[in-house]
């Protein structure tokens, strides 16, 4: 049984360069999320994919951040110029979806991506 | 104003005493889910239990429990005959049957729980 799988687990960068994340989600699953977290918070929703489609973005996603899951399969997050305040963990969760909206939607969570941007 | 309320953000417990987890919660829509995760060091978050609104039992898996005060919108955690391997921070989290915005999980700022030997 292999759960979600995110990499790199770790990544440092300079401020103004580009930083893409990947993310595997359980195989079967459907729906794809992108959370962030920073120190001392809970994580915050970024967007979510069912299938290939974006269907939501949260307004903390500014222009400079960019998700795709071409095949419906994989997810990547790019950041652009990244920034400082981009520094935070990026928690990549999947769930598998049938039907109509649930509230009892479990979201399986990867080990996340932690940006740190000097 | 903040959906979810975690006022405890850390707790040391003593190894084999129960634990209880603080969480409030604010929504106006009568279909809602509560969820639970513990997330270690290592980063990963484990979902650990969920409550329904309409869920007529309190929820119960293994060690874990929650008391789901409905009225008080309330959903502790309690975690039974704590072990050094329940240190971890514990967030409280939950889903709308409306949504209005995010179809994620809505999550509070979490409590770090130190479990001393």
């Known amino acids: 049984d292999t759960g979600v799988s995110q990499n790199p687990r770790h990544k440092i960068t300079k401020r103004g360069q580009n930083v893409t994340f990947r993310c595997d989600p359980i195989?079967?699953?459907?729906?794809l999320y992108w959370y962030r977290q920073t120190l001392g918070q809970g994580p915050e929703f970024l967007t979510y994919?069912?299938?290939?489609?974006?269907?939501?973005k949260s307004r903390l996603l500014s222009d400079r951040f960019s998700a795709e899951r071409p095949k419906g399969s994989f997810s990547t997050l790019e950041i652009q110029r990244t920034e400082q305040g981009d520094s935070a963990m990026y928690l990549c969760?999947?769930?598998?979806?049938?039907?109509?909206?649930?509230?009892?939607?479990?979201?399986?969570f990867g080990s996340g991506t932690q940006l740190s941007v000097l | 104003a903040q959906k979810i309320t975690q006022t405890q953000p850390g707790m040391f417990v003593q190894e084999k005493e129960a634990v209880t987890l603080d969480c409030t919660y604010d929504t106006s829509d009568p279909s809602y889910g509560l969820f639970w995760y513990k997330q270690p060091s290592s980063g990963e978050m484990i979902f650990l239990i969920y409550?329904?609104?309409?869920?007529?039992q309190n929820a119960t898996e293994g060690r874990y429990s929650l008391n789901f005060q409905k009225a008080r919108k309330s959903a502790n955690l309690v975690i039974s005959a704590s072990q050094l391997g329940d240190s971890a921070m514990y967030f409280c989290a939950m889903r709308e049957r409306s949504g209005g915005g995010a179809d994620g999980l809505t999550f509070g700022k979490g409590t770090h729980l130190i479990i001393q030997p």
């Open positions: 409550q329904g609104s309409y869920d007529q």
């Open positions: 969760a999947s769930s598998r979806r049938q039907g109509a909206r649930t509230v009892n939607e479990k979201l399986f």
């Open positions: 195989s079967e699953h459907n729906r």
């Open positions: 994919f069912q299938n290939e489609a974006q269907l939501e």
